[in-house]
């Protein structure tokens, strides 16, 4: 099986622009990779690594001769990674998005090629203020010429790369369709095509330039979001034989949260053990055309709580597992760009696909505390998981909640005895955003009241794990995985905590010409116990509080205790 992991202090970036600065993963992830990183991850049971790259930075080709001119530079250093990691039993694989669009103000390059342009779009898209970016329109003979034997010339430039993992959807635009919720296409030869044609062609184009150089090296296409605005089904029909077919594991997938029966689950996930209808019903589709099928996952953590190592529902995770075992997947991608940190979780999640697991649920996850934990109560351990997993059913799951709520960074939030600024709170990723009281883009699929009952639930439920598993680990070897995997429940326990004080103090703020001082002092109070027992966890390991994706810190052990001196100051 092709089991594909990523560093998590690797920087993944978004390589959209012409002139190459060399601050792109392909220059820099030969020197992030370390062999002491290499070695980790191959311990943890992975095979493989993926690299974010870009065929406009990798290759130079003579239809776009501005393009690409470091390129020697980028293949020099990914040649070393891949020699390096296969010496530690890893192959490398590049994650490309091509034709990745181009900025529209780099007019030089559109004046020489007006030929090729094709639908613009912000690049993110969604992204207010996002800068305009333009398609190198794939329905033009030129560019499906350029995209042919780019990657024929980058397989023979790179012999020992593992293989690609295509996405043709994203919020980053490439050709005239990517956009997941494109609905009006500009361009004048794509809006005359139907979506799955001009992705169809586009995959086929990319698979014979790879197989002009090599029968061998994989080609993973990933279905993310090819159902919206359609599509899928003609993509899935028409797929050379001989790619592997990537579905998303969870997203797709239906659960009863807070009462709203069937819930739709459209993102990654762990506290949905899965699979989704989606991923079924696909990958049934691949196989019938005797396609390969592939697993995207992501096991670590998700966007239910990205800024901890981990969300250790193991239960959760031999399900996970045991389906992809049972039903013949032949390869998965674990991890996003975070998510990624080698803990209890991979090592779970591995230990699950292999023949020494038990087929049994209970016995597979007790055998993996045992193992994990020498010496520990591993039928108190695995009952531990077990509470944790049930009292995460009560965690307020979706897009709008994981995306712009507080649970990310809310150990670190503070709010004053005053009235609600009204102005838009930032995306739950990103660190550097304006934490105003305006979450209403959080709370369109659950009420707030809603939210606070499920966390309120989540957190009694975590305590009382947190209390079992200590329980457990109180006769295990005191190692690195006991000490670690203590912290991140408890880390977690008091993000789930700050999370029910933070929508307790909003009720108490909302209508401040009642305000509630004595309330407004309990909940403060209580914050303030929570911080201070959570401090040293955080002061101990620089893994909590930081969050891959933005590649910064949610919170950190500084954050914490100005939020400390905020309390202390406002209860005197």
């Known amino acids: 099986m092709i089991k594909i992991w990523r560093y998590y202090g690797s920087y993944f970036g978004a390589g959209g622009t012409i002139t190459d600065t060399a601050i792109t993963e392909t ?66 694989y590049l994650y490309m998005q091509p034709p990745r669009a181009l900025p529209v103000a780099d007019e030089a390059f559109w004046n020489a090629h007006k030929d090729v ?18 398609s190198l ?48 296409v500009e361009c004048p030869r794509c809006k005359a095509r139907p979506r799955g044609e001009v992705i169809s062609e586009l995959l086929q184009t990319l698979r014979d330039g790879v197989r002009e150089v090599s ?73 019938k055309r005797g396609l390969q099928c592939c697993a995207k996952l992501q096991f670590g953590t998700t966007h239910e709580v990205a800024s901890v190592p981990n969300i250790p529902l193991i239960g959760n995770l031999f399900l996970k597992a045991d389906y992809l075992r049972k039903s013949d997947v032949k390869a998965f991608m674990g991890c996003w760009n975070f998510g990624n940190m080698i803990t209890a979780n991979t090592a779970a999640f591995n230990y699950f696909l292999s023949a020494e697991a038990p087929d049994d649920q209970k016995t597979a996850v007790e055998t993996f505390a045992a193992n994990y934990f020498p010496g ?20 307020p799951f979706g897009i709008p909640y994981i995306y712009f709520g507080p ?48 966390l309120d639930a989540l957190t009694a439920g975590w305590e009382e794990g947190c209390r079992l598993f200590e329980e457990a680990m109180q006769t295990a070897a005191d190692d690195r995985h006991k000490r670690e995997e203590l912290d991140n429940v408890y880390v977690l326990l008091a993000i789930f905590r700050s999370s029910v004080n933070y929508f307790r103090l909003r009720n108490i703020r909302r209508d401040f010409d009642r305000f509630d001082r004595a309330a407004y002092n309990a909940v403060s109070a209580d914050e ?12 101990r390991d620089p893994r909590f509080g930081f969050h891959a994706e933005p590649g910064g810190y949610m ?18």
């Open 407 to 454: 649970t990310n960074w809310v150990l670190a939030h503070f709010q004053e005895p005053a009235p609600f600024v009204m102005k838009t709170c930032g995306r739950s990723w990103y660190f550097d955003q304006d934490r105003a009281d305006d979450i209403s883009l959080a709370v369109t699929e659950f009420t707030e009241e809603e939210i606070l009952g499920g």
């Open 117 to 134: 342009g094709g639908q613009e779009i912000p690049s993110p898209a969604g992204i207010p203020g996002a800068p305009l970016y333009r």
């Open 27 to 92: 220059t820099t992830a030969d020197g992030v990779y370390t062999d002491e990183v290499l070695a980790s991850i191959a311990a943890s049971g992975f095979n493989g690594i993926w690299v974010h790259g870009q065929l406009h930075n990798l290759i130079w080709r003579p239809e776009f001769p501005e393009l690409a001119p470091l390129a020697a530079l980028h293949q020099e250093r990914m040649n070393s990674l891949i020699g390096r990691a296969a010496k530690h039993g890893l192959k490398v």
């Open 528 to 539: 303030l116990e929570n911080l201070r027992a959570v401090l040293p966890l955080v002061e």
């Open 555 to 572: 919170f950190d052990a500084a954050s914490i205790r100005a939020k400390i001196a905020r309390l202390e100051d406002v209860l005197k």
């Open 376 to 395: 520990c109560d591993a039928a108190k351990a695995a009952q531990a998981w077990d509470i944790m997993a049930k009292a995460m059913l009560s965690y």
């Open 137 to 184: 329109c794939t329905s033009t003979d030129i560019v499906r010429k350029y995209i042919r034997n780019g990657m024929a010339d980058l397989t023979r430039a790179l012999p020992g790369l593992g293989g690609y993992i295509i996405i043709s959807a994203s919020e980053y635009p490439a050709h005239c369709y990517t956009h997941r919720n494109q609905e009006n």
């Open 215 to 287: 029968k061998d090296t994989a080609l993973i296409v990933w279905n993310w979001s090819w159902r919206y605005n359609g599509g899928e089904e003609y993509i899935v029909d028409h797929l050379p034989e001989d790619v592997i077919f990537m579905a998303d594991f969870e997203r797709g997938g239906y659960q009863d949260r807070l009462g709203h029966k069937d819930h739709a689950m459209d993102e990654y996930c762990i506290s949905y053990a899965g699979p989704s209808e989606q991923f079924v019903e696909t990958t049934a589709a691949a196989r």
